[in-house]
C-alpha cells in the first residue's frame, strides 16, 4: 500500500489517472484477504470433486459485480472508489458463499478434531510445491505488466477501452 503511487509510475501511469488509481488499488490491496480466501476455498472445493460450485459462485459474483459497478456510476456517482469498494464486496461475498457452501456439502470439515503438529519434512515438502506453484502463477501477471506497461503509454482512451473490455471478459 505504501509503494502503490511509486508503483503506478513506475507503470508509466497518465498524470490524470493517478489520484483515482491509486485509490482503487489502495483499496483492492485491503481487500486481496477476500480474493485469497476464495481462491483457497475454490481450489479446495474442486480438490473434493465440487467443480460447480465455484464457477457459479464466480459467476454469481462477476455478474454481481458488474452490475453493482453500472449502477453506482450510473445514479450514485460513486466513481473509481465505489467500483473497488464493491470489487471487495463482491469478492468477500464470493469467499463467504464458498464457504457455507463447502460446509454444508462436506460436513467433516465441520469436526473440531485437535489440531496435530506438522512435522519439518512436511513443511518443507509443502514450501517445495507451493513456491513452484508460485513461481507458475507469476507468469501471467507478468505477462499481463507488460500490457498494462505498453498500454499506459498510449494514452487514458485507450486505457478506458481496456478497463471496459476486461471488465466485460
Given at each position: 500500500?505504501?509503494?502503490t503511487?511509486?508503483i503506478l509510475?513506475?507503470?508509466q501511469?497518465?498524470?490524470?489517472?493517478?489520484?483515482?488509481?491509486?485509490?482503487f488499488?489502495?483499496?483492492?490491496f485491503?481487500?486481496a484477504?477476500s480474493?485469497v480466501?476464495f481462491?483457497i476455498?475454490?481450489h479446495l472445493s474442486?480438490?473434493?470433486?465440487d467443480?460447480k460450485?465455484?464457477l457459479?459462485?464466480?459467476?454469481?459474483?462477476?455478474?454481481g459485480?458488474v452490475?453493482a459497478d453500472v449502477?453506482?456510476?450510473k445514479?450514485c456517482n460513486?466513481?473509481v472508489?465505489?467500483?473497488?469498494?464493491?470489487?471487495v464486496?463482491?469478492r468477500?461475498l464470493?469467499?463467504?458463499i464458498?464457504l457455507?457452501c463447502?460446509?454444508?456439502?462436506?460436513p467433516?470439515?465441520?469436526?473440531?478434531?485437535?489440531p496435530?503438529?506438522?512435522?519439518?519434512?512436511?513443511?518443507?515438502?509443502?514450501?517445495?510445491?507451493g513456491l513452484s506453484?508460485?513461481?507458475?502463477s507469476?507468469?501471467?501477471p507478468?505477462g499481463?505488466?507488460g500490457?498494462?506497461?505498453v498500454?499506459?503509454g498510449?494514452g487514458?482512451?485507450?486505457i478506458?477501452?481496456?478497463?471496459?473490455?476486461?471488465?466485460i471478459?
Open positions: 500500500v505504501l509503494l503511487r511509486p509510475g513506475w507503470l501511469t497518465p498524470a490524470p489517472l493517478l489520484d483515482e488509481a491509486e485509490s488499488l489502495k483499496i483492492t485491503f481487500g484477504v480474493t480466501s481462491h476455498l475454490a474442486h480438490f473434493l470433486g467443480r460450485t465455484p457459479t459462485v464466480l459467476l454469481f459474483a462477476c455478474v459485480n452490475t449502477l453506482l456510476l445514479f460513486f466513481g472508489a465505489g467500483i473497488a469498494v464493491t470489487t464486496l463482491f468477500s464470493a469467499a463467504m464458498c457455507i463447502l460446509l454444508k456439502k462436506f467433516t470439515l465441520r469436526s473440531c478434531a485437535s496435530r503438529i506438522i512435522s519439518l519434512k512436511e513443511w518443507k515438502t509443502h514450501l517445495r510445491k506453484l508460485g513461481a507458475r507469476l507468469v501471467l507478468t499481463i505488466l500490457v498494462q506497461i498500454l499506459n498510449l487514458i482512451d485507450e478506458a477501452a481496456y478497463a471496459a473490455a476486461e471488465k471478459e
